[in-house]
């Protein structure tokens, strides 16, 4: 094991979650939901709450909070809620409903879970999580999601990477759009009836702390640029991932870390930043100037088989190469769960296969998912009913028919497990200031399973925020705050000097030229395999990139109208700092587990090797200012249900 | 290849507005409708000129929030195509291509390309839902839904809300996004409660938006990059005489 110097990081105290429940597991969400302080609807009436972004989490907890009688004011960057990007989730849902009869149970689906995030995520968020599932599905299905349905009219189900059960509930393709729908429209709903206030084209820039308490947000209206103070009693920021540091990513091109990056800064723990999920099944980089990758569902591996050839750099076209000169690695390598290993499993081993030049397409950097075999067994009709749109979409960018020629596939940067620390309640370290959804960290560890990212956000905003953030509000009326409160024109003003500076520079390089620079060197030192050496490149090359950012970034003018390259030029400003933090993260595990892999810890057979004894921990880190070294918070994870083994799927 | 593109540029809201071309060189056919206006974007940045502005965000033909005239259909020549996922080997090296915002009265132009779609979200607070509030749900296997009905609203349910239809249609109609809603909560039986009273109300809201009415002409289905039938309009309009006192 290597040794790990401290320089890049300090040490701090460790912390805890407060509000860590204790008992059987089983009981636990059910006695925190019954012990939390209740508002009562007459002062609910006279409490504003704050969500930012309308995602799954941020949508469903806006019309939650609402329906539970709360003032709700909800912001998105998009020029409409329901554009945020759970839409594009395609392949499902899981739950523990176990209608299959196949042995599923709320039990086995928290132990997938943890097993799948490689034992860095706490036990008790996991067990509540698969806990709830059940009823996200009840919800959703009420609200008119039109979830497929087998002949009987009952609701169908599928398998996910990382399970031997079929638990996954899905809406074809489009499972993500038509959830997001469900809670977009259960928010509209409250829209129309005034007691949510919606406000699109707007950012939030900065987070407002009185007293130590988040007491509202700074946001730019995109249309007009005005820089606007909105003040309430709590904020709940569901902004998303930070996949986008990588600027080649799944996410959508507006996706970004702002909300939380400001927040950070403000003092809330980031932590696990460098658990980032690289998606195995995503379609190659064709051109240069692709500023975007396209996921292909999971799900796909249901029935497409995933080989390349025996030969390395093979010339010939995929059907001139005979069976017995295939090599379908994912089966060879893991019989018990062939092509639906985890992602982080998958991913891996598709970049092994192309690092030793069996790679296939330009550049040999992607390899075959073959539906022959499925075709054949069950025909045309029975793989496009499942997959139609799919194909589509892959003909569509690539001209191929996927019944007629295997797709090519490599994996991308999809989903980040880090996030803003928070407590059982989704409380950050800030009072006030709550995190739900792919913006927090909370419930997948080092690597999230395949169909949990909706059950994950989903859960948090019906269910669990709703009920927690009363506990913190039980407490209000809070300080008199007035826009004229100093803490809010300080902050003001700083997001309005930010914005001038960024105007100021006038440089001759493009945000985007810098954005692609700091991608592709994150995704050479902090992407599918991490070293040592790599990341301390990339920490001596960041500082000087940023440095270079400030001096020659160019924006063309104007802070007051609508302005799409200032919007960008402060996310990539953000990405090139939070970019860091990532690759100290990532340095100072040196450890592998789940979708982190260091190169210096990995078994005999090239898997990730965990070592339990020294990073059995969530690492919180604390702001010290740009460049200075982090501060480390080490939150202890404790197994009584689970016990942590080397993960094997073979 | 090499393109000619007339765009629309209109600095604001009270610009008039006016058609400009611009050369763009070194595109490659596998690129995104798209990525051709970002590098013409990124082109006119380093020259210190103004790059053109639209909306986009999933470049993968689902958020809806990209949408377009090119050369006067919505969305460009493809079917059942988004711009992000247009790809450029459908035109020919050496093509002018003209590239207009949205038009239609109710989505005012904000930028070049960019429109205010927000009538839409309007239409849906409007009834555009059903009302059951979190955690109030029976098991979800109480109601079974045959498989042609979940199979029909799903069909409806796909709409991204892009507003190409209203673009394309010679009245400015919403009517196919506004029925779309309508069918795919109207064939459920959780949205049969409401389904008169969502009928009607969405359609006030459509109406007193300025959208204009439905006749019938099916431009808009042919432009759906979703491919949404026109027969959910007539779906619509039976709720809404159903509905009538």
């Given at each position: 094991?290597?040794?790990?110097d401290?320089?890049?990081?300090?040490?701090g105290?460790?912390?805890?979650?407060?509000?860590?429940p204790?008992?059987?597991?089983?009981?636990?969400?059910?006695r925190r939901?019954?012990?939390?302080?209740?508002?009562?609807?007459?002062?609910?009436?006279r409490?504003?709450?704050?969500?930012?972004?309308?995602g799954?989490?941020?949508?469903?907890?806006?019309?939650t909070?609402?329906?539970?009688?709360?003032?709700?004011?909800?912001?998105?960057?998009q020029?409409?809620?329901?554009?945020?990007?759970?839409?594009?989730?395609?392949?499902?849902?899981?739950?523990?409903?176990n209608y299959r009869?196949?042995?599923d149970s709320?039990?086995?689906?928290?132990?997938?879970t943890v097993?799948g995030?490689?034992f860095?995520?706490?036990?008790s968020?996991?067990?509540?999580?698969?806990?709830?599932?059940s009823?996200?599905?009840?919800?959703?299905?009420?609200?008119?999601?039109?979830?497929?349905?087998?002949?009987g009219?009952?609701?169908?189900?599928?398998?996910?990477g990382?399970?031997?059960v079929?638990?996954t509930?899905?809406?074809?393709?489009?499972?993500?759009?038509?959830?997001?729908?469900?809670?977009?429209?259960?928010?509209?709903?409250?829209i129309g009836?005034?007691?949510v206030?919606?406000?699109?084209?707007?950012?939030?820039?900065d987070?407002i702390?009185?007293d130590?308490r988040?007491?509202?947000?700074?946001t730019?209206?995109?249309?007009t640029?005005?820089?606007?103070?909105y003040?309430a009693?709590a904020?709940?920021?569901?902004?998303?991932?930070?996949?986008?540091?990588?600027?080649?990513s799944t996410?959508?091109?507006?996706?970004n870390?702002t909300?939380?990056?400001?927040?950070?800064?403000?003092?809330?723990?980031?932590?696990?930043?460098?658990?980032?999920?690289?998606h195995?099944t995503?379609?190659?980089?064709?051109?240069?100037?692709?500023?975007?990758?396209?996921l292909?569902?999971?799900?796909?591996?249901n029935?497409?088989?995933?080989?390349?050839?025996?030969?390395?750099?093979?010339?010939r076209s995929?059907?001139?190469?005979?069976e017995?000169e295939?090599?379908?690695?994912?089966?060879?390598?893991?019989?018990?769960?062939?092509?639906?290993?985890?992602?982080?499993?998958?991913?891996?081993a598709?970049?092994r296969?192309?690092?030793?030049g069996r790679?296939?397409g330009?550049?040999g950097?992607?390899v075959?998912?073959?539906?022959?075999?499925?075709?054949?067994?069950?025909?045309?009709?029975?793989?496009?009913?499942?997959?139609?749109?799919l194909?589509?979409?892959?003909?569509?960018?690539t001209?191929?028919?996927?019944?007629?020629?295997?797709?090519?596939?490599?994996?991308?940067?999809?989903?980040?497990?880090?996030?803003?620390?928070?407590d059982?309640d989704?409380?950050?370290?800030?009072?006030?200031?709550?995190?739900?959804?792919?913006?927090?960290?909370s419930d997948?560890?080092?690597?999230?399973?395949?169909?949990?990212?909706?059950?994950?956000?989903?859960a948090d905003?019906?269910?669990v925020?709703?009920n927690?953030?009363?506990?913190?509000l039980?407490?209000?009326?809070?300080?008199?705050?007035?826009?004229?409160?100093?803490?809010?024109?300080?902050?003001?003003?700083?997001?309005?000097?930010r914005?001038?500076a960024l105007?100021?520079?006038?440089?001759?390089?493009?945000?985007?030229?810098?954005?692609?620079?700091?991608?592709?060197?994150?995704?050479?030192?902090c992407?599918?395999?991490r070293?040592?050496?790599?990341?301390?490149?990339a920490l001596?090359?960041?500082?000087?990139l940023?440095?270079?950012?400030?001096?020659?970034?160019k924006v063309?003018?104007?802070?007051r109208?609508?302005?799409q390259?200032?919007?960008?030029?402060?996310?990539?400003?953000?990405?090139?700092?939070l970019?860091?933090?990532?690759?100290?993260?990532a340095?100072?595990?040196?450890?592998?587990?789940?979708?982190?892999?260091?190169?210096?810890?990995?078994?005999?057979?090239?898997?990730?090797?965990?070592?339990?004894?020294?990073?059995?921990?969530?690492?919180?880190w604390?702001?010290?200012?740009?460049?200075?070294?982090?501060?480390?918070?080490?939150?202890?994870?404790?197994?009584?249900?689970f016990?942590?083994?080397?993960?094997?799927?073979q | 290849?090499?393109?000619?593109?007339?765009?629309?540029?209109q600095?604001d809201?009270?610009?008039?507005?006016?058609?400009v071309s611009?050369?763009v060189d070194?595109?490659?056919?596998?690129m995104?409708?798209?990525?051709?206006l970002?590098?013409?974007?990124?082109?006119?940045?380093?020259?210190g000129?103004?790059?053109v502005?639209?909306d986009?965000d999933?470049?993968?033909?689902?958020?809806?929030?990209?949408?377009?005239?090119?050369?006067g259909?919505?969305?460009?020549?493809?079917?059942a195509?988004?711009?992000?996922?247009?790809?450029?080997?459908?035109?020919?090296?050496?093509?002018?291509i003209t590239?207009?915002?949205w038009?239609?009265?109710?989505f005012?132009?904000i930028?070049?390309?960019?429109?205010?779609?927000?009538?839409?979200?309007?239409?849906?607070?409007?009834?555009?839902y059903?009302?059951?509030?979190?955690?109030?749900?029976?098991?979800?296997?109480?109601?079974?839904?045959s498989?042609s009905?979940?199979e029909?609203?799903?069909?409806?349910?796909?709409?991204?809300g892009?507003g190409?239809?209203?673009?394309?249609?010679p009245?400015?109609?919403?009517?196919?996004?506004?029925?779309?809603?309508?069918?795919?909560?109207?064939?459920?039986?959780?949205?049969?409660?409401?389904?008169?009273?969502?009928?009607?109300?969405?359609?006030?809201?459509?109406?007193?938006?300025?959208?204009?009415?439905c006749?019938?002409m099916?431009?808009?289905?042919?432009?759906?990059?979703?491919?949404?039938?026109?027969?959910?309009?007539?779906?619509?309009?039976?709720?809404?005489?159903?509905?009538?006192?």
């Amino acid at each position: 094991m290597l040794k790990t110097d401290k320089t890049f990081y300090v040490d701090g105290l460790s912390i805890a979650d407060g509000k860590a429940p204790s008992g059987p597991i089983e009981s636990r969400w059910g006695r925190r939901e019954s012990e939390v302080r209740l508002v009562s609807p007459a002062n609910k009436r006279r409490l504003t709450v704050i969500v930012v972004g309308t995602g799954l989490a941020g949508s469903s907890a806006a019309a939650t909070l609402a329906e539970l009688g709360y003032r709700v004011v909800s912001f998105c960057y998009q020029d409409s809620p329901r554009r945020a990007h759970s839409i594009a989730a395609q392949g499902g849902i899981n739950a523990a409903k176990n209608y299959r009869n196949d042995g599923d149970s709320v039990w086995r689906l928290c132990h997938d879970t943890v097993k799948g995030g490689d034992f860095r995520s706490r036990e008790s968020n996991v067990y509540r999580l698969a806990e709830i599932s059940s009823r996200i599905i009840d919800h959703c299905v009420a609200q008119g999601v039109p979830f497929a349905r087998e002949y009987g009219g009952l609701l169908d189900t599928r398998s996910f990477g990382g399970a031997q059960v079929s638990r996954t509930f899905y809406a074809r393709g489009q499972t993500g759009q038509q959830l997001l729908l469900g809670a977009y429209q259960a928010m509209a709903k409250q829209i129309g009836a005034g007691k949510v206030r919606q406000y699109p084209r707007t950012e939030m820039l900065d987070l407002i702390v009185v007293d130590g308490r988040a007491r509202g947000v700074v946001t730019r209206d995109l249309v007009t640029g005005e820089v606007i103070t909105y003040l309430a009693d709590a904020v709940v920021l569901a902004t998303g991932g930070y996949g986008n540091v990588f600027h080649l990513s799944t996410n959508a091109k507006g996706c970004n870390a702002t909300a939380i990056w400001r927040a950070h800064r403000r003092g809330a723990l980031f932590a696990n930043p460098c658990y980032t999920q690289i998606h195995p099944t995503c379609i190659p980089v064709s051109n240069d100037h692709q500023c975007k990758l396209t996921l292909m569902s999971e799900s796909l591996r249901n029935d497409g088989r995933v080989w390349v050839p025996t030969r390395a750099r093979d010339p010939r076209s995929p059907d001139r190469i005979p069976e017995g000169e295939r090599d379908y690695f994912l089966e060879r390598t893991y019989p018990r769960f062939g092509n639906l290993v985890p992602r982080d499993i998958a991913s891996r081993a598709v970049k092994r296969v192309c690092d030793s030049g069996r790679g296939v397409g330009p550049g040999g950097r992607g390899v075959y998912l073959d539906f022959a075999d499925a075709l054949d067994r069950l025909g045309r009709a029975s793989i496009q009913a499942k997959y139609g749109n799919l194909f589509q979409m892959y003909q569509r960018i690539t001209g191929d028919d996927p019944c007629c020629v295997p797709m090519r596939i490599y994996p991308a940067v999809h989903y980040t497990m880090g996030g803003l620390w928070v407590d059982y309640d989704l409380h950050s370290t800030i009072p006030g200031l709550f995190v739900i959804g792919e913006a927090n960290f909370s419930d997948h560890g080092a690597n999230r399973l395949g169909a949990s990212a909706l059950m994950q956000g989903l859960a948090d905003g019906y269910f669990v925020l709703p009920n927690t953030i009363g506990d913190y509000l039980a407490d209000a009326p809070f300080e008199e705050v007035d826009l004229d409160h100093p803490a809010v024109t300080a902050t003001e003003s700083e997001v309005r000097g930010r914005i001038a500076a960024l105007l100021a520079v006038d440089g001759d390089r493009t945000v985007e030229e810098f954005h692609r620079e700091l991608g592709q060197l994150m995704w050479d030192h902090c992407g599918m395999e991490r070293t040592d050496r790599g990341l301390r490149s990339a920490l001596a090359r960041i500082p000087a990139l940023r440095e270079e950012y400030w001096q020659r970034v160019k924006v063309p003018s104007g802070g007051r109208r609508f302005n799409q390259e200032l919007e960008k030029a402060g996310r990539v400003a953000d990405f090139l700092e939070l970019a860091e933090l990532m690759c100290v993260d990532a340095l100072h595990r040196t450890e592998s587990c789940g979708s982190h892999f260091r190169t210096e810890s990995q078994t005999d057979d090239g898997e990730a090797r965990r070592d339990d004894t020294n990073f059995g921990y969530v690492a919180a880190w604390e702001y010290a200012g740009v460049g200075r070294p982090p501060v480390l918070h080490r939150e202890e994870l404790g197994f009584s249900y689970f016990e942590p083994t080397q993960r094997s799927y073979q | 290849m090499r393109f000619t593109l007339r765009i629309w540029r209109q600095r604001d809201r009270d610009d008039t507005g006016a058609m400009v071309s611009y050369p763009v060189d070194h595109v490659s056919p596998d690129m995104s409708f798209l990525e051709m206006l970002d590098v013409l974007n990124e082109e006119l940045v380093r020259r210190g000129e103004e790059p053109v502005a639209f909306d986009h965000d999933c470049r993968e033909g689902i958020c809806g929030a990209c949408g377009m005239m090119i050369n006067g259909m919505a969305h460009g020549p493809q079917r059942a195509t988004t711009a992000c996922q247009l790809s450029m080997r459908h035109f020919a090296d050496g093509d002018t291509i003209t590239v207009e915002p949205w038009r239609a009265r109710p989505f005012g132009v904000i930028k070049d390309l960019v429109v205010d779609r927000s009538a839409f979200d309007r239409i849906i607070a409007s009834g555009g839902y059903v009302s059951v509030p979190a955690g109030s749900a029976p098991d979800a296997h109480a109601l079974p839904v045959s498989t042609s009905s979940a199979e029909a609203s799903f069909e409806a349910a796909v709409c991204i809300g892009c507003g190409a239809c209203v673009a394309a249609c010679p009245n400015g109609s919403a009517m196919l996004f506004t029925a779309a809603k309508a069918t795919h909560l109207g064939l459920l039986p959780q949205g049969q409660p409401e389904r008169y009273v969502r009928a009607a109300e969405m359609v006030r809201t459509h109406d007193e938006l300025g959208f204009g009415g439905c006749t019938s002409m099916g431009e808009c289905t042919a432009v759906c990059p979703k491919s949404i039938p026109l027969d959910v309009i007539s779906r619509l309009n039976r709720d809404l005489l159903h509905g009538q006192p």
